[in-house]
């Protein structure tokens, strides 16, 4: 999946959690994207992220190295 | 032989409080006040003669057939429409009553035709009944009289005949139209000898605002109004009970058959979700399960370019466990997948998911769900703790205020729909938000008293707006919120809501509705009594639909209207099963009962039950199942029931995706334009054919019988155990009762259901378990099933799919009463002589300025993709909006459509695309080479013949 695609796709649900605190704002998105998304996309976005993470919002930013953190996937 | 009779007591039902005690035949009887000497007496077996009533409707008074004596009072009054009275003493059956029966039975007989007793295909109508039991032998009246035997019939309607020759202007037809469905489409028209039953301005029934409900057929006393198929093949012998495998309400029917030929469906009195009603699908539109476009023979192919070739059902399975197993060995265990369908029951679902889950061994199954309720899914569970409507569809009778808003419930949910016009027609009043004007708006004896025709995409802003005026002008419900809510959680909502920018002024700077309009809106809902929300696609196919879903919650919430009758949360399912198919686990992060895959608890239920470690981690979804193809890590999808290429959005991109698997599996009744990009065809079954439950959208579970033997030899069902086998994952179901067993066994809300308890209660409606052994028709009634209801900030984002001098104009999409959804169904029956393709709704300002003229083709251009159809200029849609349908794959509607989709479910954003219209000379490019294209895929090579 193209990472300008799953960019737009974090961004959006980092702006649905934005309406938020800030603190609660990360941990919903990060919550969300471990819960709703695939590990393959998930690996994809975090790629994104290590490779400097172009057009993500800074609450969508901040969910992934949180999620980058927490986290190890399984490979497949 | 067996039909299921029906006990029709001749009049409605009455609720009184008082016991009213009289004497019929000599037989003592205690009812409640109100009722007619005619039920009365039906509820102690006396059925009293009578032509023009019927416990369905109001009684009439017409006939005059069905007259009494009572003692001390004149004359021989109607039993009809008689009340009982204290101490009344009743005779049913006198010689004088019998010779004034007889008078009138031999009136009526003598204007009917004359093979009234002899033509066994109507032997079975009441007038005939009637005639019996009357004891009318002969008819002494000259036969040279004037009558109505030579006026024409009307033929107009493809699926029943009006033979006003055989017609007694009992009104009972009328008062169907009327009371039932509530269209108004029938009248008496002239006086005296010369009344007539007319439909619209005496206009055939094709022609006139006749909805083909079939309740004037189901009414009709007399065959004057009759089924063609009754006619062609003659009445029914016998019936099962069986559940429409149209639209999400669900209704009961009763599949009549002569010997093995399903003659009609006739809808099943006792009906808990449609009480007797119909619509013009399901009554009539099952001739597709007959249709000689099945396909019969599993095919095979190695690349989808080449001809379909029929082969036997062990070497079709065997083919397509070898290919999924080979993608697996090649690519990874998550290279295949499987998608469920909501046409499907519900064990046919769980089995699919099962068989993703512990076949495949990993959770890339999704369900087609994903593209239309999704949100509803995430929104409710998110607020309430469950993703479900909170309500029974009688729940309605109780509403004092209704808000539709997304929901077209006259097409989409026609049989609610009549029940939901019943209330308004009693005094309920209606509030509609949609950017069209739906026909409730205005309809015959309804009239909303408010119409928000928001612009597409701004759903959450006008909710919003409405909730920010509940809490503003302090019309929340304080004491609900104090006992039942989070209060944290509805403190900070409370902040945010009030906020100015939440107001109808800020939110009509985008919605384009009058603040002062939205405000009265929110005034009435608050505080006209019990409020309830019906919705539909119109709410979740956006980029905010989840969004949009929770803020329909928090404004229910606000204003205490959930837990108790006539309130409530209502999503209107599309399909039959939507509620079904999302419930048996087919989302990739859930199993069965909303329990999400990461919950050790809850997988290791279902590890003990099926002997297989279950991946923890969620699965792609729908469209990421394209996009994962397009990358390659995807090669293998195993499809039950759903024509992805013509229903999902972005075709350009749908179509890529498939094109890039290795081995995609269609499971259908149909070669479907999925079935293009195909290389294993499994031939399907119709609801007619198999065994299984369905769900509705109040959470009803269902029976679904098989009526008749699987056309090709399997039920759906079998498919997939046979794919399961072939596959190494032995699976050993003999009946689909076994598989709902399982899933009793496995889910906590389905504990309590059983085809054995189904069978006896009619239905249940989930959860159903030792709390609710006879399930739930309200939830949420003293607590959440969360706990405490869920207050979430709804921030208003309006969708980047934005309008532009490129693409000024915003299409929104939906369906219409006599298509369903891709229409492989209806498109299969004479419904498409109502709607034979898909026209694009455009106001008369917008055709003005493009030269556009009615009737005329046009282009339909997006960013996506671009389509030609035929313009319909009406000023149902808004200036700057134009609406279409996706039934007819000519169209393929879902060219224009984006990838854009909700931001929580990926549920795609259907009703808002920016597109172009322009005048155009027939079809476009794209889809005269899509045409091309489809005939070459579904080539069947003929058989080579043996040397």
Redesign the interface.
């Known amino acids: 999946?193209?990472p300008e695609?799953l960019t737009r796709?974090a961004n959006?649900?980092a702006?649905?959690f934005?309406?938020?605190p800030e603190e609660k704002a990360v941990a919903g998105t990060a919550d969300?994207l471990r819960?709703?998304?695939?590990?393959?996309?998930r690996r994809q976005i975090l790629a994104h992220l290590e490779s400097g993470g172009a057009g993500l919002e800074p609450i969508a930013r901040a969910a992934l190295l949180r999620l980058r953190e927490k986290q190890s996937?399984?490979a497949? | 032989m067996k039909l299921n009779p029906e006990i029709d007591y001749g009049t409605p039902e009455v609720h009184g409080e008082k016991t009213i005690s009289l004497t019929i035949d000599g037989e003592k009887i205690a009812v409640a006040e109100g009722t007619s000497i005619m039920r009365a007496a039906m509820l102690r077996g006396r059925a009293i003669p009578r032509l023009c009533a019927t416990d369905s409707l109001a009684a009439f008074g017409s006939c005059r057939l069905c007259l009494v004596e009572i003692e001390g009072r004149p004359g021989t009054p109607a039993s009809c429409t008689t009340p009982v009275a204290e101490g009344m003493v009743v005779h049913t059956e006198t010689d004088r009553i019998g010779r004034l029966r007889r008078g009138i039975m031999e009136l009526y007989a003598s204007d009917y035709p004359p093979d009234w007793l002899s033509d066994p295909k109507l032997a079975g109508n009441e007038l005939f009944q009637m005639a019996a039991q009357v004891g009318l032998r002969e008819i002494r009246y000259p036969k040279d009289v004037t009558t109505h035997l030579a006026r024409p019939k009307d033929e107009s309607n493809p699926y029943f005949t009006f033979d006003p020759a055989r017609c007694i202007v009992c009104s009972r037809c009328v008062r169907a139209c009327a009371e039932t469905q509530g269209t108004y489409a029938l009248s008496v028209a002239g006086r005296g000898f010369e009344s007539r039953i007319a439909a619209s301005q005496e206009e055939s029934f094709l022609a006139s605002e006749c909805v083909s409900c079939g309740a004037c057929v189901e009414a009709c006393p007399t065959s004057a109004l009759v089924e063609k198929s009754v006619i062609e093949k003659g009445m029914p012998e016998r019936s099962e009970l069986t559940t429409c495998a149209y639209c999400g309400v669900g209704c009961s029917f009763k599949a009549e058959l002569r010997g093995a030929e399903v003659v009609r469906m006739v809808p099943w009195k006792d009906g808990q979700a449609n009480h007797g009603h119909s619509c013009v699908k399901g009554r009539f539109a099952w001739g597709y399960a007959m249709h000689p476009d099945r396909i019969l023979e599993p095919m095979v192919r190695a690349r989808i370019t080449d001809p379909w070739r029929k082969v036997s059902w062990e070497e079709a399975i065997a083919h397509a466990a070898a290919e999924l197993k080979r993608i697996q060995a090649g690519y990874g265990r998550g290279a295949v997948g499987g998608i469920t369908s909501s046409r499907c029951t519900n064990e046919e679902t769980f089995l699919v998911q099962k068989l993703v889950r512990a076949a495949f061994g990993n959770n890339n199954v999704d369900t087609c769900a994903r593209v239309c309720h999704s949100p509803t899914g995430y929104g409710l569970k998110t607020t309430f703790g469950t993703s479900a409507g909170t309500q029974d569809f009688d729940s309605v009778d109780q509403a004092d205020v209704i808000i539709v808003i997304g929901a077209n419930p006259t097409d989409g949910h026609p049989v609610f729909a009549s029940h939901m016009k019943r209330r308004l027609r009693q005094g309920a009043k209606l509030i509609v938000i949609d950017p069209r004007r739906i026909d409730l708006v205005r309809t015959p004896h309804v009239e909303a008293a408010f119409h928000l025709p928001l612009r597409p995409g701004t759903n959450v802003a006008m909710l919003n707006a409405l909730a920010h005026v509940v809490v503003t002008e302090g019309l929340e419900d304080k004491v609900f919120i104090r006992e039942r809510c989070d209060p944290e959680a509805y403190a900070e909502w409370r902040s945010f809501i009030a906020e100015p920018r939440n107001s109808p002024e800020a939110a009509e700077e985008f919605t384009r509705v009058p603040a002062a309009l939205v405000r009265r809106a929110a005034r009435l809902y608050a505080t006209g009594g019990n409020g309830a929300i019906y919705y539909g696609l119109g709410v979740t196919e956006h980029s905010q639909g989840s969004t949009a879903v929770i803020a329909l919650a928090n404004l229910a919430m606000a204003t205490g209207n959930i837990g108790r009758p006539g309130v409530g949360v209502n999503p209107l399912r599309g399909q039959n099963n939507v509620q079904g198919s999302c419930d048996m686990g087919s989302f990739p992060h859930e199993l069965a009962g909303y329990r999400h895959i990461s919950e050790p608890a809850a997988r290791q239920i279902f590890e003990q039950r099926w002997g297989v470690p279950l991946d923890a981690e969620p699965g792609l979804r729908i469209p990421n199942m394209f996009d994962a193809a397009l990358e390659g890590s995807f090669k293998g999808l195993y499809i039950q029931g759903e024509d992805i290429v013509q229903s999902d959005p972005d075709t350009h991109h749908v179509t890529a995706g498939l094109a890039a698997m290795e081995c995609v599996i269609v499971q259908d009744l149909f070669l479907n334009e999925t079935a293009q990009f195909a290389h294993v065809f499994l031939p399907g079954s119709s609801f007619l054919e198999k065994d299984g439950t369905f769900t509705n959208a109040e959470r009803r579970i269902q029976l679904v019988r098989r009526i008749i033997a699987p056309a090709a030899r399997y039920a759906d069902w079998e498919v997939t155990v046979l794919l399961a086998n072939a596959l190494g994952y032995p699976m050993h179901y003999t009946h689909a009762s076994e598989i709902m067993d399982e899933i009793a066994a496995t889910t906590p809300t389905f504990a309590g259901v059983s085809f054995e308890k189904l069978e006896r209660l009619g239905s249940v409606q989930w959860p159903c378990n030792d709390a609710a052994p006879s399930g739930t028709p309200v939830m949420h009634v003293e607590k959440f099933v969360r706990g405490r209801g869920q207050f979430v900030l709804t921030e208003y984002l309006p969708t980047e799919e934005k309008v532009g001098p490129r693409f000024p104009l915003l299409l929104t999409t939906g369906r219409i009463l006599s298509q369903y959804n891709v229409g492989a169904q209806t498109r299969r029956t004479p419904n498409s002589l109502w709607h034979e393709e898909d026209r694009l709704e455009i106001h008369p300002h917008d055709a003005e300025q493009r030269g556009v003229r009615d009737g005329e083709w046009v282009r339909l251009e997006s960013r996506a993709g671009a389509t030609a159809l035929r313009a319909l200029i009406t000023p149902r849609v808004a200036p700057g909006v134009v609406y279409t349908t996706f039934h007819h794959p000519d169209t393929q509607t879902n060219v224009v459509t984006t990838d854009y989709s909700d931001w929580a479910t990926n549920c795609p954003e259907y009703k808002v695309t920016a597109v172009q219209v322009s005048p155009a000379n027939g079809p476009s490019e794209w889809q005269q080479s899509y045409r091309a294209l489809a005939e070459r895929a579904r080539r069947i090579a003929e058989p080579v013949p043996a040397k």
């Open positions: 999946m193209s695609k796709m959006e649900i702006r649905f934005a309406a938020q969300h819960r709703f998304w695939d590990p393959r996309m996937l399984p497949r």
